[in-house]
């Protein structure tokens, strides 16, 4: 979803950055195809990667010199390197910086809200009534913290039959609307299983994805006329 957003905000011809705080599992530069490692700055400093639309871009996994070897640190550490991709990381002259972090509310949620002036949070949940109780803490969490909630994300939503065309509930009826009811937010998107996404995620061409829901989602936020 990270990826998707700012592609998205890309296509308008904004600056966008993506720092990857999924430190444990960092996604991010395989969907991009971004390998290799950052430069160092020459007056100090890490060189974030950017991608081929422009996309600046920081990741753990493009500081290791094996990109499938695994992190094993403790709290402490994971959240130091992410104050790290804060601080430390020469970004551009970025319009919208989108953070992507693990799912929960441990360390690395707890670091971003008290280490980066964040606008706001886009919490993404998937349809089974089970997921409600996570939203309930990650919405509860950005209160106490006073981090406003830009809205919900519902992914794997549904699967479209390519045959006849029928939505099939694979994971269940969706509980979006009660969740976005009780909490009195709005729902952004409803994003589909689709297999063409997989691929080009697996290929690292995840920037020639159109998603018509995020584009009008992005379009309502930044008060665009759509027709």
């Not at 996570?134 to 549904?158: F, Q, R, T």
């Not at 065309?165 to 909490?183: D, N, T, Y």
Request: a negative charge; aromatic letters at 6%.
């Amino acid at each position: 979803v990270s990826s998707l957003l700012a592609t998205e905000l890309r296509r308008r011809e904004l600056s966008v950055g993506i720092l990857d705080a999924d430190i444990t599992g960092p996604s991010i530069p395989k969907a991009f195809g971004l390998r290799g490692n950052c430069e160092a700055a020459p007056l100090g400093g890490i060189m974030p990667m950017t991608t081929k639309t422009g996309i600046e871009v920081i990741s753990l996994n493009l500081l290791l010199e094996d990109a499938s070897a695994p992190v094993v640190w403790r709290g402490p550490v994971i959240a130091g390197t992410v104050k790290q991709f804060w601080t430390d990381v020469i970004w551009g002259d970025i319009d919208c910086m989108y953070i992507d972090m693990p799912p929960g509310t441990g360390d690395i949620p707890l670091t971003v809200f008290q280490s980066i002036p964040v606008d706001g949070i886009i919490i993404v949940t998937s349809p089974q009534d089970l997921v409600s109780m996570i939203v309930d803490k990650a919405e509860n969490m950005a209160e106490k913290m006073d981090i406003p909630v830009i809205g919900l994300v519902e992914n794997y939503s549904y699967f479209r039959c390519p045959d006849c065309g029928k939505e099939h509930h694979i994971f269940g009826e969706s509980s979006i609307a009660s969740i976005a009811e009780k909490h009195g937010l709005p729902v952004l998107a409803r994003l589909p299983i689709d297999p063409h996404l997989a691929e080009l995620c697996d290929a690292g061409r995840v920037d020639e994805y159109e998603t018509t829901a995020l584009d009008k989602a992005l379009s309502e936020l930044l008060g665009e006329k759509t027709e």
